[in-house]
């Protein structure tokens, strides 16, 4: 009694007939969300080709899915929420989610107390997933998460060396093409408003704009370089020290859209035109950009691909949880330079 006869197929052939691992066929079996549909029909078909029965009381032990992914936001300064890119990839992210069934739940971490809270909510089964964003270096939360086997995608990274899956933009690159433009159009005095240099992001872009410099054989002179935080406030400041330094300033590259709209203000405030006298760049293509004065010419950063992209790469950690072997996954995505009148 009870005991199961040799000819019926084991979850496990039915995750070798399908090419899966063992803990996708339970995630099918369970009608959980989280499964490509195409992995998912593979799984189906490995199923009434074997004729696979379920053991509908390990089935009802294992329980469904929590059905949901966590967006976890790691930034301190509250301030920063009200920028652009917090609501453009809330947007991106929410649309790659629309057809998987799975709800995006959003949270703050800012402390090691919420750190810990946030760790054992996850743990308990509450998400199948988690999402994190703007992760500064040294923040142990990614490494916490991958410890405790939680599928985890960063957007962006913490160092050069990140072990955690990640999808990022080519940030180097995409400045390194911005200050190629602005020396290809003659400009020789070119100033940088970075952002928050503990954040591997604006350390990037600012080496972009060191690399171009240096190609050209002009020196990156350190008070050409100005820190701000990706704030329009920031870039005001920023700018308005820059012409202080430099009053022979031509150009300037900003490390985002909202920075440059600051680093404008700063600059009609001190009777530059733009760009005529200094040309300005920004980071990111934000709606934003389209409706400065003049309109920005900005590095476009593919955020509706970002939102798809680490989506598709957490999915993939969440059907490969069971597996005793998992890859981290690295993506980085081009970016393009795209002309408006402000440069």
Not at 164 to 192: C, E, F, K, M, P
Not at 202 to 221: I, K, N, P, S, T
């Amino acid at each position: 009694m009870g005991r199961r006869r040799p000819d019926t197929p084991t979850l496990e052939e039915v995750a070798a007939h399908a090419g899966v691992g063992r803990g996708t066929v339970s995630r099918v079996v369970n009608n959980a969300a989280g499964v490509k549909d195409s992995t998912r029909q593979a799984v189906q078909r490995a199923i009434a080709e074997l004729g696979y029965v379920p053991n509908l009381a390990a089935r009802s032990l294992a329980g469904r899915g929590a059905d949901a992914v966590a967006l976890v936001m790691t930034e301190p300064d509250w301030r920063l929420f009200a920028e652009p890119f917090f609501s453009e990839i809330v947007r991106s992210l929410g649309d790659a989610l629309a057809d998987t069934g799975m709800q995006l739940l959003l949270t703050l971490v800012r402390s090691d107390a919420e750190r810990r809270r946030f760790l054992e909510y996850a743990r308990g089964g509450r998400v199948d997933g988690v999402l994190l964003m703007s992760v500064h270096a040294g923040d142990p939360l990614p490494d916490m998460l991958a410890e405790a086997r939680l599928p985890t995608v960063l957007l962006g990274r913490r160092s050069g060396d990140e072990h955690v899956s990640y999808v990022d933009a080519d940030n180097t690159g995409g400045a390194r093409n911005a200050v190629s433009h602005l020396l290809g159009t003659g400009r020789r005095t070119i100033a940088t408003i970075t952002g928050p240099l503990d954040m591997y992001v604006a350390q990037c872009r600012l080496r972009g704009y060191r690399e171009a410099l240096a190609q050209a054989g002009l020196d990156a002179e350190r008070s050409l370089i100005a820190e701000g935080d990706f704030t329009e406030e920031s870039g005001r400041r920023a700018m308005a020290r820059l012409i202080e330094r430099h009053p022979d300033i031509d150009a300037v590259l900003a490390a985002s859209d909202t920075t440059a709209a600051g680093a404008l203000k700063a600059l009609r405030g001190a009777g530059r035109r733009v760009p005529q006298d200094v040309a300005v760049i920004g980071f990111d293509d934000f709606p934003l950009a389209e409706r400065t004065e003049p309109r920005l010419t900005t590095v476009r950063q593919p955020l509706a691909e970002i939102g798809r992209a680490m989506v598709r790469l957490l999915l993939e950690e969440m059907e490969e949880a069971a597996e005793s072997s998992i890859a981290w996954r690295h993506v980085v995505l081009r970016t393009e330079l795209v002309l408006r009148e402000s440069a």
